[in-house]
């Protein structure tokens, strides 16, 4: 077999296996891929464009992690290491912050409450301004037009 026949091969085997459908798709090319694997579970994968993406296994943190990408008019995570955090995130305030720390693995509402020296019922009212200001940022940009 020719390499060229073993690559068709294998995509034709990788495109049985992986199924990509959009989860929610928003304005300004920015959306959530929803990524089945084969036997796995569904990913949600962000795409926006000059980002380099972030993958998801809960697609309310995908949608989370987009309205902070809105709250702060856009970010990437590239540069800042594994435990970084990106300085557009950094300068929005405590409430884009908690929202962001909250779509990292293995931190939930506790783990950020504490973080802050704050009460969870805090953070949930953190999350709901960002989530806010995320709807209210995509609605004003496709009033003023943008696509």
Do not use: C
């Not at 690559?7 to 989860?23: G, L």
């Not at 540069?79 to 990292?104: K, N």
């Not at 949930?124 to 709807?135: C, L, M, P």
Request: proline letters at 3%; hydrophobic letters at 35%; aromatic letters at 10%.
């Amino acid at each position: 077999m020719s390499q060229t026949d073993e690559s068709q091969s294998s995509d034709a085997d990788s495109t049985e296996k992986a199924s990509e459908t959009v989860h929610r798709e928003y304005l300004l090319d920015v959306r959530i891929v929803a990524v089945r694997d084969g036997d796995a579970e569904t990913r949600y994968r962000f795409e926006a464009p000059h980002h380099v993406g972030a993958v998801f296994e809960d697609p309310e943190l995908a949608e989370l992690y987009a309205d902070v990408y809105f709250d702060v008019n856009g970010f990437d995570e590239a540069g800042t290491g594994d435990r970084g955090v990106p300085p557009e995130i950094i300068q929005a305030g405590r409430d884009t912050l908690a929202a962001y720390f909250l779509t990292r693995p293995g931190i939930d509402t506790d783990w950020v409450a504490s973080f802050f020296g704050v009460k969870r019922e805090r953070i949930e009212t953190y999350v709901e301004w960002v989530r806010q200001r995320g709807t209210e940022i995509r609605a004003g940009a496709r009033d003023a037009g943008m696509e």
